[in-house]
């Protein structure tokens, strides 16, 4: 099922998601209904507050097949950081030069549900984790970014 993504205003994108307790039936069925609804608007990630439902749960492909996380977490960064633009499905039009972490280390809900599991992560991987992250704490791109130009993004997460 396609979601309605949430734009830039609705109080959603601004609410800090609550930790998912247990992967039940239902979260599975929003991560799916996620993945649809960002692969029909072409987009690389997206954050359970941007379909208006904050709880922390991120789903992401940047070409390498889809992933879902739940409770994502940065837990390490190599200390380098890097700037990139960025666009956001939820501020259509926009995008803007935002410094993120260049290698870091996530922590999340392994699949079985009662344990974390640690994944690694560069490059375009890491930068929309980090815009994903950042989505689930109620942060927008906008808020840090500079150079913010009318333009479509080429990676909207
Ligand atoms: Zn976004």
């Avoid at 749960?57 to 190599?78: A, C, Q, S, Y």
């Avoid at 890097?82 to 260049?102: F, I, M, Y």
């Avoid at 991987?125 to 992250?133: F, N, P």
Wanted: aromatic content about 2%.
């Amino acid at each position: 099922m396609i979601l309605k993504v949430r734009k830039h205003g609705d109080p959603v994108l601004r609410m800090r998601a609550l930790p998912v307790k247990e992967i039940t039936k239902e979260m599975l069925t929003l991560a799916g209904n996620m993945l649809e609804t960002m692969y029909a608007v072409d987009g690389v990630g997206l954050a359970a507050n941007q379909v208006g439902i904050p709880v922390q749960l991120v789903v992401i492909d940047i070409g390498e097949g889809p992933m879902t996380l739940f409770n994502p977490r940065i837990v390490k960064h190599n200390g380098e950081e890097t700037s990139g633009r960025e666009g956001c499905l939820s501020v259509p039009g926009l995008t803007g030069e935002v410094t993120r972490w260049d290698k870091i280390v996530v922590e999340k809900l392994a699949e079985n549900g009662s344990a974390s599991e640690r994944l690694e992560a560069e490059g375009l991987l890491a930068r929309a984790l980090q815009h994903e992250i950042d989505h689930l704490d109620g942060i927008l791109f906008i808020d840090k970014a500079t150079d913010i130009m009318e333009e479509q993004a080429e990676n909207e997460v």
